[in-house]
């Protein structure tokens, strides 16, 4: 069972850059799909970035894209997802998932979680 860890949760300012990270208990370069998801009160988690050992490097939802980045630390067994000009939007718990697919073109089954992290995004 691979064990996950997210750190860097925190309250900010609309604006400001943060960076969250996720500590892995094995080896990620075995790991096909890696990704970062959230979940807001009241809403379905969904996924804003992950990054794939087979075809697609990366891929983000179009709430984040252009404004975050998710980078593989493979030999640090570490994720990272670096958020800048966040928004009151962005405020949910974000966990880290690992999975596999069968192919570049299906889609990722996650079966590894963290207990997540808490963003807060005020004015």
């Known amino acids: 069972q691979v064990q996950m860890s997210e750190f860097g949760g925190v309250s900010v300012r609309t604006g400001q850059d943060l960076t969250l990270a996720c500590r892995v208990s094995v080896y990620m370069g075995n790991l096909t799909c890696v990704a970062w998801f959230r979940q807001a009160a009241g809403t379905e988690r969904e996924k804003v970035a992950g990054?794939?050992?087979?075809?697609?490097?990366?891929d983000y939802a179009d709430s984040v894209q252009g404004r975050w980045t998710i980078a593989r630390l493979n030999r640090a067994k570490t994720v990272k997802l670096f958020m800048r000009r966040l928004k009151a939007e962005d405020t949910a718990m974000y966990f880290c998932?690992?999975?596999?697919?069968?192919?570049?073109?299906?889609?990722?089954?996650?079966?590894?979680w963290g207990q997540g992290t808490q963003v807060t995004v005020g004015s």
């Open positions: 990054t794939y050992t087979d075809g697609h490097a990366t």
């Open positions: 998932a690992a999975g596999r697919r069968d192919g570049s073109d299906l889609p990722c089954t996650y079966t590894s």
